[in-house]
């Protein structure tokens, strides 16, 4: 493999004027500039980026811890920090913790090894736990995302999940139902724990009676919104509606109540949580809450640029406001 001095010595120029050629660092001549740019496409030469990144103290790479999950929410929001990062010339190191906290930090020592300019933290299993993320390792700028460990200090990009539970909540009031159950995510995700208290505040607002049997938690996959109805359905009559938490989960609810001759929307309503993809796709389609997931991402890798251009030291929170997307799985009462 051919080298800067390989270059140097076939154009007959120093390996300071190729590097000022090559990175535009000072002004070369035109016929000089010609010499070094053929010499450098005979010989085939391509700039080592570590050599580089040491000598400018950045590599230009962004490492991403996530969570990994069946849930298609994680992979629509990865898309849009991939795509941000490809469009400002970065490259994404991509890490699944596998919802392991151990594997968490075997990642993040191989992530600070390699010397990234920057973290992205999206695995929610380190979600209320007091760490140091950096004990072996020198700080780096990092940006929490939603699904993140929202007490960690750092810049932080979420989801307005109390706003998206009341939205859904209302909607279903609007439509005329009174009896309203809630199947939520995990209690010790902050997620889960602000779409259900969303929830609360609508009906408190409507004047609603909340029958504590049909609020339920469950994982947040299709397994979870299962378990979840069958529990339901197992405490006796049924609500009208259902705000269920998560999209994964809301397709194992009508899945789970179509295998009993339960029909959505003409017995049971359901709005869902995130407006994956898929979501318009299944039958019903699934009335939701629609989170910016690619929005996500792209604002996430933007704060973690702006931190490391700025250098910047406090931290903020930039939240991002969810909107209703109606579809054909709610049905209006009198």
């Known amino acids: 493999m051919a080298t800067i001095k390989d270059v140097a010595k076939h154009a007959g ?5 190729v590097s000022h050629v090559l990175n535009k660092t000072r002004f070369v001549s035109e016929e000089i500039s010609q010499r070094v740019l053929a010499a450098v496409e005979t010989l085939n030469y391509a700039p080592s980026a570590l050599a580089r990144s040491l000598k400018v103290n950045h ?16 992979g629509e929001v ?19 913790t596998e919802g392991d906290l151990e594997r968490m930090h075997s990642n993040l020592d191989t992530l600070l090894q390699k010397r990234v300019d920057g973290l992205l933290l999206m695995c929610s299993e380190v979600e209320g736990q007091a ?30 999940s109390h706003h998206g539970g009341y939205l859904a909540t209302r909607h279903l009031i609007a439509k005329g139902h009174k009896k309203i159950g809630c199947l939520t995510g995990p209690l010790d995700k902050l997620s889960a724990q602000q ?30 919104g299962e378990k979840a109805f069958e529990e339901l359905y197992s405490k006796g009559p ?18 789970t109540a179509s295998k009993k001759g339960i029909s959505v929307p003409d017995d049971i309503s359901i709005v869902g949580y995130d407006d994956i993809k898929l979501a318009q796709y299944i039958t019903p ?39 209703l997307v109606e579809r054909d799985s709610v049905k209006a009462v009198s």
């Open 13 to 17: 120029v120093s390996t300071s004027t």
């Open 59 to 74: 590599t230009r790479t962004f490492g991403m811890l996530v969570t990994t999950s069946t849930n298609p929410f994680f």
């Open 238 to 255: 049924l609500p009208s509606a259902l705000f269920v938490c998560n999209d994964m989960m809301a397709m194992g609810v009508i899945n």
């Open 131 to 160: 760490f140091d993320l950096f004990s072996r390792h020198q700080p780096v700028p990092t940006v929490v995302m939603d699904w993140g460990p929202m007490d960690f200090p750092s810049d932080k990009i979420q989801d307005n």
């Open 195 to 224: 779409r259900l208290s969303g929830f609360i505040q609508a009906m408190e607002e409507s004047g609603l009676t909340i029958n504590k049997n049909w609020i339920i938690s469950g994982k947040f996959e299709c397994e979870g």
């Open 285 to 323: 389609s699934l009335t939701t809450i629609h989170q910016p997931k690619h929005r996500l991402g792209q604002q996430a890798v933007d704060t973690l640029l702006d931190k490391i251009k700025t250098k910047r030291v406090s931290n903020q929170v930039i939240q991002l406001e969810p909107t």
């Open 78 to 96: 990865v898309k849009g920090v991939e795509r941000r990062c490809y469009e400002q010339g970065y490259n994404l190191i991509l890490c699944n």
